[in-house]
C-alpha cells in the first residue's frame, strides 16, 4: 500500500474532508491536496505533517487514523503495534476485546432502533447515533490491532511507541 495513498484516505474520511483537515492545519485546500498527490511533485508532505494529520483524524475519531503511519512502518518491513498489545496480549484479553466491540455494536444497533421507533430521527438522536457509531469503531479498530499481535510474522520486527 502507498503511504500517499494511506494518507489521502485518511485526509477523506477526516469530517469535510481536505477543506476540513486543510482549514483544521492552517493550509490551503488546494496545498493540502497537493501535498498528499502521488502525481504533483511540486509539493511535499513534511513528517510534521504527517503527524499533524494523523493527530487530527485521531482528535475526529476517524476510523483507523494511524493507517498511515501502519503504512510508513510497513514500507521498510516493519509492524506497527500498539504499546501493551501485541506479543503480550493475552488470549483472554482478545477474546474480551471481541466482547466489548460486539456490545458497542449492538449498543449502535440499539440506537438506531430506538431513534426510528416513532418515525423520524431527532438531532440528538443522530448525536447519540453518531456517537455510538464512533465508539464501535474505535473498538473494531483496536481488536483488528490487538488480533493482528497474534499473527506470525516471519522477518517483521514490532515498533513500539515510547512511553
Same mark, same amino acid.
Request: hydrophobic share 35%; proline share 2%; no cysteine.
Given at each position: 500500500m502507498n503511504i500517499l495513498d494511506t494518507i489521502r484516505r485518511t485526509v477523506m474520511a477526516y469530517p469535510g474532508s481536505y477543506a476540513g483537515m486543510a482549514a483544521s492545519m492552517g493550509k490551503s485546500t488546494n496545498i493540502l491536496r497537493n501535498k498528499v498527490s502521488r502525481t504533483n511533485g511540486d509539493h511535499h508532505l513534511y513528517v510534521s505533517e504527517l503527524m499533524e494529520i494523523v493527530q487530527h483524524a485521531v482528535d475526529a475519531n476517524v476510523p483507523d487514523a494511524i493507517a498511515p503511519l501502519r503504512a510508513l512502518a510497513a514500507e521498510f518491513g516493519f509492524q506497527l503495534v500498539?504499546?501493551?498489545? =501485541? +506479543? =503480550?496480549?493475552?488470549?483472554?484479553?482478545l477474546a474480551e476485546k471481541l466482547i466489548q466491540t460486539t456490545q458497542h455494536s449492538a449498543g449502535l444497533g440499539m440506537a438506531v432502533?430506538?431513534?426510528?421507533?416513532? =418515525?423520524?430521527?431527532?438531532?440528538?438522536?443522530?448525536?447519540?447515533? +453518531?456517537?455510538?457509531?464512533?465508539?464501535?469503531?474505535?473498538?473494531?479498530?483496536?481488536?483488528?490491532?490487538?488480533?493482528? =499481535?497474534f499473527v506470525a510474522q516471519p522477518n517483521v520486527t514490532t515498533l513500539r511507541r515510547a512511553s
Open positions: 500498539r504499546e501493551g498489545e =501485541g +506479543t =503480550g496480549a493475552s488470549d483472554l484479553s432502533i430506538n431513534s426510528v421507533a416513532d =418515525g423520524e430521527i431527532t438531532p440528538e438522536e443522530m448525536e447519540r447515533i +453518531t456517537e455510538a457509531r464512533r465508539l464501535a469503531t474505535r473498538t473494531a479498530v483496536e481488536l483488528e490491532e490487538m488480533a493482528r =499481535g
